[in-house]
């Protein structure tokens, strides 16, 4: 067996760039490190060879490998995209003269739309904590907030509490890459925001949502929160806590928002990360004509 002792240094050099020179999110770092590791334990056991050795035959099996093992395109495609950054990441450093990769092309992805809710769905998860109890108040807050601004969950739960300007209903949140933006929320999420802040008052916590301990509330904690609500609404299973940041979107389109707002209100970097919305957005009123027209 394949023994390489600047294996993990390679990656872990690897893993730091992306962290502190381009500024990405912990969470992306860590997609990255599942990828390469993954490839690194293929490499291992199918050619017995160190990733600095490996040749473009040998990334192409690999691909085949994946589609073998049943991974979507999409997941594909970003295993690619990591592999392709650690050549380049190697290359930079002078460690290999040329990158297997180079002009390796992305696989064709099948189209997809995210899932969302209806209106009547969110009004449903957003009514269903139990207001008499202290955790059942900090749940209505969170999904207020989720659904009022549109942010990424990791992004909720890492609200401080120098992050609220409540004169204004702005919050300031930090986003993929570090990446500053604020939002502002409407009066129904103030409400209940100013209802939950009333009791953790007593508390020098930095973040605004706690957990029963008293510390930072952890996205499983919260995302077993909302399967304890769907299951307790009847709701689909499908719907995640980031569903409510597509429904956000969605439905603001098809209340008449232009893009480029709502670009800016989730975060994206690229309009057309934020296009794919107008396509949810034109499907649910084609539902909607098909339900209600005489003739649909």
Same mark, same amino acid.
């Given at each position: 067996?394949? &023994?390489?002792?600047?294996?993990?240094?390679?990656? #872990?050099?690897?893993?730091?760039?992306?962290?502190?020179?381009?500024? @990405?999110? *912990?969470? =992306?770092?860590?997609?990255? /490190?599942?990828?390469?590791?993954?490839?690194?334990?293929?490499?291992?056991?199918?050619?017995?060879?160190?990733? *600095?050795?490996?040749?473009?035959? $040998? +990334?192409?099996?690999?691909?085949?490998?994946?589609?073998?093992?049943?991974?979507? %395109?999409?997941?594909? !495609?970003?295993? +690619?995209?990591?592999?392709?950054?650690?050549?380049?990441?190697?290359?930079?450093?002078? @460690?290999?003269?040329?990158?297997?990769?180079?002009?390796?092309?992305?696989?064709?992805? #099948?189209?997809?739309?995210?899932?969302?809710?209806?209106?009547?769905?969110?009004?449903?998860? +957003?009514?269903?904590?139990?207001?008499?109890?202290? +955790?059942?108040?900090?749940?209505?807050?969170?999904?207020?907030?989720?659904?009022?601004?549109?942010?990424?969950? %990791?992004? @909720?739960?890492?609200?401080?509490?120098?992050?609220?300007?409540?004169?204004?209903?702005?919050?300031?949140?930090?986003?993929?890459?570090?990446? #500053?933006?604020?939002?502002?929320?409407?009066?129904?999420?103030?409400?209940?925001?100013?209802?939950?802040?009333?009791?953790?008052? !007593?508390?020098?916590?930095?973040?605004?949502?706690?957990?029963?301990?008293?510390?930072?509330? =952890?996205?499983?904690?919260?995302?077993?929160?909302? &399967?304890?609500?769907?299951?307790?609404?009847?709701?689909?299973?499908?719907?995640?806590?980031?569903?409510? /940041?597509?429904?956000?979107?969605? $439905?603001?389109?098809? /209340?008449?928002?232009?893009?480029?707002?709502?670009?800016? @209100?989730?975060? $994206?970097?690229?309009?057309?990360?934020?296009?794919?919305?107008?396509?949810?957005?034109?499907?649910?009123?084609?539902?909607?004509?098909? *339900? $209600?027209?005489?003739?649909?």
């Amino acid at each position: 067996m394949l &023994k390489d002792n600047k294996k993990d240094y390679l990656i #872990e050099s690897f893993l730091d760039s992306l962290y502190i020179e381009k500024g @990405l999110s *912990k969470n =992306t770092v860590q997609s990255y /490190r599942n990828d390469i590791t993954s490839l690194t334990d293929w490499s291992i056991k199918s050619v017995d060879t160190s990733l *600095k050795k490996l040749k473009r035959s $040998h +990334i192409e099996k690999y691909i085949s490998y994946l589609f073998a093992c049943g991974l979507k %395109s999409s997941s594909i !495609n970003r295993k +690619i995209s990591t592999i392709k950054s650690f050549y380049t990441f190697l290359l930079k450093k002078k @460690l290999i003269s040329v990158s297997p990769v180079v002009d390796m092309t992305t696989v064709k992805q #099948e189209k997809y739309l995210p899932t969302s809710m209806s209106e009547l769905e969110v009004e449903c998860l +957003i009514k269903s904590p139990n207001l008499d109890s202290s +955790i059942g108040r900090r749940d209505r807050a969170m999904i207020e907030m989720l659904y009022a601004t549109g942010m990424r969950v %990791s992004e @909720l739960v890492n609200l401080k509490i120098t992050d609220l300007d409540t004169n204004r209903l702005v919050i300031k949140v930090m986003g993929k890459g570090s990446k #500053e933006r604020l939002i502002p929320y409407g009066e129904v999420a103030s409400d209940y925001l100013s209802m939950y802040l009333k009791e953790r008052n !007593n508390t020098t916590a930095k973040e605004i949502f706690l957990s029963n301990r008293g510390t930072r509330i =952890t996205r499983g904690a919260f995302w077993s929160r909302i &399967k304890y609500y769907l299951t307790k609404e009847n709701l689909k299973q499908s719907i995640s806590p980031h569903t409510l /940041r597509h429904a956000f979107a969605t $439905h603001l389109l098809n /209340r008449g928002a232009d893009l480029r707002s709502v670009q800016i @209100l989730l975060g $994206h970097s690229d309009l057309s990360t934020t296009q794919i919305y107008t396509h949810i957005a034109k499907q649910r009123l084609g539902e909607i004509l098909k *339900k $209600h027209h005489p003739r649909g």
